[in-house]
């Protein structure tokens, strides 16, 4: 019988470092009795308990959390459909604040409102910037969806734009637009409320796009019911840029920033690889094409409508007139311009879907407004009851359930002695 000791580990890897400075040709011998299998056995055996009691005393310094396997962490226990359920489920088991692992990746879970005011608002300095998203922010936004952005430079001017575009005096213009295009779906409702959703889908589309590109969409048939229907989020059938076409971009932005979805995510050595062996880079290629060719039509309709004076004041036009002096590429300020598109149509329809009007909402609305007329932005102060619906409605049915795109931290932190 032969025994592992210390002085074969050694022995064996003093093997391995010679055979790699020599240029002779060698055999292994895996004959019984042959001292070459056991040395290697060693060797194995040495590097895994080192991998395993390092693996342990990472695990231990981190927040609570399930314990995982070296190499793999957590990825294994994550459900490729609806993981916040199971997120739910740890936070239970070991409180508000939990930590898992996504191969060598660490990740930390926010299980109550408390834990995620205490953090990502009063301590937002520390915690506004963004984790590494190879899929969704490196190989199909090549780094230009701000919403992915580490908190720098560039993304301080992503932000700057669209501030300009969207703060509280200029959303105030948009009051009108909200105004009519209301009125216009309250009229699709009435003449066939049985799709109501679709008039939900172009009253939003209509509203984001006349403020983002001062065009307005007249039939959800025109594209966004071909768009709705694509459930891959990546596979969509090809529409021509002759008219505004999008997909809800900023869902499909939040299912690809899903913690755990993509291996590449976990073990980002994958990008090493061949690019014909990168298996996962196709789809996101193909989208990000399509997206480039998409992003600059539209940037380049609007600079041709704005040279003959029949375009309406809008965020495209704004952010074209100050082009020279953003510091932007022409593709990066497309992308800017289609941000509040990819996000506004898809979320703001899924939360008017969500909307169940009851009857004390109806009752209140009867009393302030009558029946003579349509609510309008001055009568809010008067509906309390119809606000507290309202917000209930994005608490009860959030659209983003794992709170929107991940955090990542600047600096190391300690919270509730973790």
């Known amino acids: 019988m032969t025994y592992i000791t210390s002085s074969m580990i050694s022995s064996a890897l003093c093997s391995v ?5 020599t240029s002779q040709r060698f055999t292994l011998d895996f004959s019984y009795g042959s001292t070459w299998f056991p040395h290697a056995i060693a060797v194995f055996l040495t590097f895994l308990l080192h991998s395993v009691m390092k693996w342990l005393y990472l695990r231990k310094s981190m927040p609570p959390g399930p314990l995982g396997i070296p190499w793999i962490g957590n990825r294994h226990e994550l459900p490729p459909v609806k993981p916040w359920l199971k997120f739910a489920e740890w936070s239970r088991q070991y409180g508000p604040v939990v930590s ?3 191969g060598s990746t660490s990740v930390i879970v926010l299980g109550t409102a408390q ?3 205490d953090l990502l608002e009063k301590r937002s300095e520390f915690y506004s910037s963004r984790p590494r998203s190879i899929i969704c922010g490196e190989i199909l936004s090549d780094g230009k969806r701000g919403l992915l952005r580490p908190n720098d430079g560039k993304w301080r001017k992503w932000r700057k734009i669209l501030h ?13 637009i909200q105004s009519l295009e209301s009125k216009v779906m309250m009229r699709d409702i009435l003449q066939s409320p049985e799709n109501y959703e679709k008039h939900f889908q172009r009253f939003a589309a209509s509203v984001i796009t006349s403020v983002t590109y001062g065009q307005r969409v007249d039939s959800v048939d025109e594209w966004i019911v071909k768009e709705n229907m694509n459930e891959s989020g990546l596979s969509f059938p090809v529409v021509p840029p002759t008219r505004i076409t999008r997909s809800n971009d900023a869902l499909i932005v939040m299912s690809l920033s899903i913690p755990g979805k993509y291996l590449v995510e976990s073990w980002p050595w994958l990008l090493k690889l061949p690019h014909r062996l990168q298996w996962f880079r196709g789809p996101a290629d ?3 094409r399509r997206d480039v060719h998409f992003h600059l039509y539209l940037y380049d309709d609007v600079k041709a409508r704005m040279k003959t004076g029949s375009i309406q004041d809008c965020l495209a036009s704004q952010t074209i007139s100050n082009e020279t002096q953003s510091g932007m590429t022409k593709l990066e300020l497309a992308y800017v311009i289609s941000s509040p598109f990819g996000a506004g149509i898809e979320t703001t329809t899924g939360t008017l879907v969500t909307f169940i009007l009851m009857k004390k909402a109806q009752a209140e609305l009867d009393s302030v407004i009558g029946f003579d007329r349509m609510p309008d932005f001055g009568d809010k102060e008067r509906l309390p009851y119809v606000n507290a619906v309202i917000k209930e ?3 009860w049915r959030p659209i983003a359930a794992l709170g929107g795109v991940p955090h990542a931290v600047t600096a190391d932190d300690e919270y509730n002695g973790m």
């Open 17 to 21: 470092m010679a055979m790699a400075g």
């Open 100 to 102: 898992i692992f996504l």
């Open 115 to 117: 834990a995620a005011w």
């Open 164 to 176: 300009e575009g969207f703060h509280y005096r200029r959303a105030q213009t948009y009051q009108e």
């Open 393 to 395: 409605t994005l608490r």
């Open 286 to 288: 193909e989208r990000r």
